[in-house]
C-alpha cells in the first residue's frame, strides 16, 4: 500500500507500521454491535463511532479496524450486517494521547465526514492537497482539535458510494466542536473556500459520534 508524504503528521501504512486499516460503515442499526467488535481477536485495535444523535444521523456506524490485511479482509467478508468497507492510507495532523481505559466511551465527541473529490482531480492530487495545504488551514484555527485522522481511500471492499475519504476531527467537548466554526467565522469561511478546492463538497455526510476503542 502506497503512502502519500507530508508533514506534519504521520502517515500510517501497511509498509511502515505492518499494518493496514479499514473503514466500515453501516447504513443501519444493529444490535450487538460493540460486542462483535471488542471481540474480532484477529485484529488487534479497532474503534467503533456511534451517532450522537441516531435519530438524525445519515448512518449507523463508523468502525475503524487496523491490522494484517488479510485478517481485515476476512473480517469484511463476515460481516453480521450489510456494510460499505474500504482499505485506506491513515494520516495524522493531530494526535490524542490515549490514557482511558480500552473498552471505555472516549472523552468528548468527533465529528466524522465521508468526503469526495473534486472530479478535476485524480486520487493522488486529491490526497496531496489535504494532506498538505488544506491541514495547514485545519490546524491553525484559534479552536484546535484534538484528534485529527485523514483516511484517503486505497481499495473499495464493498459496496459503497464512490468516496475518496474520510475525515475524523475529535475534540475534548461538544462545545469546543461547535466554538471552533460559530465563533470564529472567518476561519470557517476561510476552510470551508479551501476544502472546495479539493473537494466536492455537495457529495458526502457529517456526523457527530461517540467513539469506543479498543487495542490488544
Known amino acids: 500500500m502506497g503512502t502519500v508524504k507530508s508533514s506534519p503528521g504521520r502517515i500510517i501504512s501497511s509498509e511502515q507500521s505492518n499494518r493496514t486499516k479499514a473503514i466500515l460503515v453501516q447504513r443501519s442499526a444493529s444490535s450487538g454491535l460493540s460486542r462483535f467488535v471488542a471481540g474480532l ?15 438524525d444521523a445519515k448512518i449507523a456506524a463508523f468502525v475503524e479496524l487496523w491490522g494484517e490485511s488479510e485478517a481485515l479482509r476476512s473480517v469484511i467478508v463476515g460481516w453480521p450486517t450489510p456494510v460499505s468497507a474500504w482499505l485506506v492510507d491513515e494520516f495524522l495532523p493531530a494526535r490524542a494521547a490515549r490514557t482511558w481505559p480500552v473498552g471505555e466511551t472516549s472523552p468528548g465527541v468527533r465529528l466524522v465526514s465521508s468526503v469526495h473529490r473534486r472530479s478535476s482531480l485524480d486520487r493522488a492530487a486529491f490526497a496531496d ?3 498538505t495545504r488544506h491541514t495547514e488551514i485545519a490546524m491553525s484555527y484559534t479552536i484546535p482539535v484534538w484528534h485529527y485522522s485523514q483516511n484517503v481511500v486505497v481499495e473499495a471492499l464493498a459496496p459503497d458510494d464512490g468516496e475518496d475519504g474520510f475525515a475524523v476531527l475529535h475534540f475534548r ?44
Open 41 to 55: 481477536e484477529s485484529v488487534p485495535k479497532r474503534a467503533l463511532s456511534l451517532p450522537v444523535r441516531p435519530e
Open 129 to 131: 492537497y489535504w494532506r
Open 173 to 216: 467537548s461538544r462545545e469546543e466542536l461547535v466554538a471552533r466554526w460559530a465563533q470564529f467565522p472567518k476561519e470557517a469561511q476561510r476552510g470551508a473556500e479551501d476544502a472546495a478546492k479539493f473537494m466536492d463538497t455537495t457529495h458526502g455526510w457529517s456526523v457527530e459520534m461517540t467513539e469506543r476503542l479498543w487495542e490488544d
